[in-house]
């Protein structure tokens, strides 16, 4: 499942992801600058925010309760955030593009 991160400064990033991994994972494991993810994916932390491509969003879909409680402490929170620990890789997500903000927390 491939993955494109886009960077504030337009730098792409594409990685391969496994189904079953979450969008944070690949990051992190990528060296994808711009995603901390402090907690590891717990949910906790608001440090693995990223934008979901318009095109995307509704593919992916939104937020549940705890992560959009999390998102309050995003910065620059948009309609398209979500925390990326919280999205899991799977075949419709093939081609998913998602967009890296300018800075975590
Ligand atoms: Fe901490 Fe996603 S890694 S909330």
């Not at 400064?9 to 600058?33: H, L, Q, W, Y």
């Not at 705890?66 to 990326?84: C, G, I, K, Q």
């Amino acid at each position: 499942t491939k993955i494109t991160f886009i960077s504030p400064n337009g730098e792409e990033f594409v990685v391969e992801a496994a189904n079953g991994t979450t969008v944070m994972e690949n990051a992190i494991r990528n060296d994808v600058p711009g995603i901390e993810a402090e907690c590891g994916g717990a949910c906790s932390c608001a440090t693995c925010h990223i934008y979901v491509d318009d095109e995307w969003a509704e593919i992916v879909g939104s937020p549940e309760v705890m992560e959009e409680d999390m998102l309050d402490f995003a910065y620059d929170v948009r309609p398209t955030s979500r925390l990326s620990c919280q999205i899991r890789v799977r075949d419709e997500l093939d081609g998913l593009v998602v967009h890296v903000p300018e800075r975590q927390g």
